[in-house]
């Protein structure tokens, strides 16, 4: 028994070795240790003061994220501009006019391109400033694995397809984060994102005029300065978390259990579906929560990353190197 048990050991050790030499895929904590020992602080110092003049900074760069992640995995696709006949993911329905933090991110690669001169990929910092955006604004830290490299391409199509619509159901959800690998309690837990940041009236004005699991006064709240038609409201902000927008805490699920989910998607996760046990659960209990949504970040943190020599470091996180 034991020395089977000690031979399976060995093979699977070996096995190991050979998958993390030959193939180099391996993202680890200490990937810059020697090359660029003063990422981390650069990285944070960048988005500290970033979240000074703009508390939603933190917000933003988080959801900057996701949007990477999720379309062709992590590796900065999302930062490319659209240039000559190259056709980027900014233009793209989620991201136009909607995601931010693009200059903070340019002005971290200047920061680290200072020190540590074509070290540094752009994938990475974007994982990292997701990570301190969370703990500056009050969430849980944990170690973020790097070592991801910069794609020479990006995907408008894959964006529009992948990043999932305010409008989907529980059921879309699911199968969104299930096609990258995450289950439906990552896809619940990460929701809580939307304890920080903001959305306009043009993106939730469909849940608060039509739906009918919201709760009636927060409806009416929400229309006094976002009419039915569109018009120059369309871009008016409204928190995602009705009761601390800028603290990220537990409080979207408190929300939820009220109806007062500000997205149709916010709410499909507390409407008598699957997920309502754990919605219950991470509004009363904030470490689970927590614990949950490390967890689920580090696993959207690991899709799909360009290791080795695939890829590059990007000089200018905006355009693929000569
Ligand atoms: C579950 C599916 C999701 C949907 C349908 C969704 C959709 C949206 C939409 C429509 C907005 C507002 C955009 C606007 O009005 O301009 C938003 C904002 C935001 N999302 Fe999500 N999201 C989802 C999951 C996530 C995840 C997984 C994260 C991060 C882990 C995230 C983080 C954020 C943050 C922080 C904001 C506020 C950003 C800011 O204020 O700049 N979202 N999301
Ligand atoms: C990060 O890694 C360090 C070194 O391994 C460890 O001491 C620390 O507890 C870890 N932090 C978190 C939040 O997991
Ligand atoms: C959820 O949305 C999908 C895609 O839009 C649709 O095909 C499906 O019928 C919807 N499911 C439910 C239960 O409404
Ligand atoms: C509400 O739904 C109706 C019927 O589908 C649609 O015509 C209308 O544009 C919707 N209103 C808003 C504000 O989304
Ligand atoms: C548009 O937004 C402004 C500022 O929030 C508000 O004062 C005004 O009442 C809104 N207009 C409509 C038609 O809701």
Same mark, same amino acid.
């Given at each position: 028994?034991?020395?089977?048990?000690?031979?399976?050991?060995?093979?699977?050790?070996?096995?190991?070795?050979?998958?993390?030499?030959a193939?180099?895929?391996?993202?680890?904590?200490?990937?810059?240790?020697?090359?660029?020992?003063?990422?981390?602080?650069?990285?944070?110092?960048?988005?500290?003061?970033?979240?000074?003049?703009?508390?939603?900074?933190?917000?933003?760069?988080?959801?900057?994220?996701?949007?990477?992640?999720?379309?062709?995995?992590?590796?900065?696709?999302?930062?490319?501009?659209?240039?000559?006949?190259?056709?980027?993911?900014?233009?793209?329905?989620?991201?136009?006019?909607?995601?931010?933090?693009?200059?903070?991110?340019?002005?971290?690669?200047?920061?680290v391109?200072?020190?540590?001169?074509?070290?540094?990929?752009?994938?990475?910092?974007?994982? !990292?400033? $997701?990570? /301190?955006? +969370?703990? &500056?604004?009050g969430?849980? #830290?944990?170690?973020?694995?790097?070592? *991801?490299?910069?794609?020479t391409?990006?995907?408008?199509?894959?964006?529009?397809?992948?990043?999932?619509?305010?409008?989907?159901?529980?059921?879309?959800?699911?199968?969104?984060?299930?096609?990258?690998? !995450?289950? $439906?309690? /990552?896809? +619940?837990? &990460?929701?809580?994102?939307? #304890?920080?940041g903001?959305?306009?009236? *043009?993106?939730?004005?469909?849940?608060?005029?039509?739906?009918?699991?919201?709760?009636?006064?927060?409806?009416?709240?929400?229309?006094?300065?976002?009419?039915?038609?569109?018009?120059?409201?369309?871009?008016?902000?409204a928190?995602?978390?009705?009761?601390?927008?800028?603290?990220?805490?537990?409080?979207?699920?408190?929300?939820?259990?009220?109806?007062?989910g500000?997205?149709?998607?916010?709410?499909?996760?507390?409407?008598?579906?699957?997920?309502?046990?754990?919605?219950?659960?991470?509004?009363?209990?904030?470490?689970?929560?927590?614990?949950d949504?490390?967890?689920?970040?580090?696993?959207?943190?690991?899709?799909?990353?360009?290791?080795?020599?695939?890829?590059?470091?990007?000089?200018?996180?905006?355009?693929?190197?000569?």
């Open positions: 028994m034991a020395s089977s048990t000690s031979g399976h050991c060995l093979f699977l050790a070996a096995l190991l070795l050979l998958s993390s030499a193939y180099g895929q391996q993202l680890s904590t200490s990937f810059y240790a020697t090359s660029c020992p003063s990422f981390e602080s650069t990285v944070r110092s960048v988005v500290s003061s970033a979240i000074g003049s703009d508390p939603r900074m933190g917000a933003s760069l988080l959801r900057l994220f996701f949007h990477d992640c999720f379309v062709q995995g992590c590796d900065a696709s999302i930062l490319l501009d659209d240039v000559g006949t190259f056709v980027g993911e900014k233009t793209a329905l989620p991201n136009a006019n909607s995601v931010r933090g693009y200059d903070v991110i340019n002005n971290i690669k200047a920061a391109e200072a020190s540590c001169p074509g070290i540094v990929s752009c994938a990475d910092i974007v994982a !990292l400033a $997701a990570r /301190d955006g +969370t703990v &500056l604004l969430g849980p #830290t944990w170690n973020v694995s790097l070592g *991801r490299r910069d794609s391409t990006a995907s408008k199509d894959e964006a529009n397809r992948d990043l999932p619509s305010p409008a989907a159901n529980l059921s879309a959800l699911i199968t969104a984060f299930g096609n990258k690998g !995450l289950s $439906a309690q /990552d896809m +619940t837990a &990460l929701s809580g994102a939307h #304890t920080v903001f959305t306009q009236c *043009r993106v939730y004005r469909g849940r608060i005029y039509n739906d009918t699991n919201i709760n009636q006064p927060f409806a009416k709240l929400r229309q006094s300065n976002c009419p039915a038609t569109p018009g120059v409201n369309d871009t008016v902000l928190p995602l978390d009705l009761q601390t927008e800028l603290a990220f805490d537990n409080a979207y699920y408190g929300d939820l259990l009220k109806s007062k500000l997205l149709h998607s916010d709410q499909e996760l507390y409407n008598g579906g699957s997920q309502d046990t754990l919605v219950k659960k991470y509004s009363s209990n904030s470490a689970a929560f927590f614990a949504f490390v967890t689920a970040m580090i696993k959207m943190g690991n899709i799909n990353p360009l290791t080795g020599t695939s890829g590059q470091i990007r000089a200018n996180c905006a355009v693929v190197n000569n």
